[in-house]
């Protein structure tokens, strides 16, 4: 695994996350000597599906204007919807795919890229119910395990966590593509 050292990767979630969607890939690049920051639309704590409770480092809008090594969004239908309704995490995810920076979207997590106009000749898997979506916002929807196309990595349910954290590291090793 590539080394993230001095790499600031946020993830963008809030309540009704994916668990394990956010917290495997956030020991994996934690492991590899990343500094994690939770964004939230709310300061305070976020509550997983199933009780994980998270600290939030910042708030969404209060991380506008920062610049990230990589950006990491789990799923969870809740969490995914809710966080695309949020004006500043769109900006955030807009913001960053448009200088090419590495993100990594799991299962409903991928559903704010339409929203910030970033998947128009892009690749990417997701849970398939996502799949209309992700082809009317301009991509290609693929039914793999894990899938990346210059930095943006795409996985599609907590089966994929494995394969979708070691090509989180690797492309956040890379950075901008």
Do not use: Y
């Amino acid at each position: 695994m590539a080394e993230l050292e001095n790499k600031t990767i946020a993830i963008i979630a809030t309540n009704d996350f994916e668990d394990s969607e956010l917290t495997s890939p956030l020991e994996a690049v934690q492991k590899a000597g990343a500094t994690v920051k939770v964004l939230a639309p709310k300061a305070g704590t976020i509550t997983g599906k199933n009780g994980t409770e998270i600290n939030v480092d910042a708030t969404t809008k209060d991380s506008e204007g920062e610049t990230f090594d990589g950006i990491i969004l789990p799923g969870g239908t809740n969490n995914a919807d809710l966080i695309r309704l949020d004006e500043a995490a769109v900006s955030i995810v807009r913001k960053h795919m448009g200088e090419d920076r590495p993100l990594g979207a799991i299962c409903h997590g991928g559903w704010i890229l339409a929203d910030a106009e970033a998947l128009k000749g892009r690749t990417l898997t997701s849970f398939p119910s996502l799949q209309t979506d992700l082809r009317n916002a301009g991509a290609t929807w693929v039914d793999e395990e894990v899938h990346c196309d210059q930095g943006l990595v795409s996985s599609r349910t907590p089966d994929d966590l494995p394969a979708f954290n070691a090509k989180l590291v690797e492309e956040f090793g890379e950075g901008q593509h």
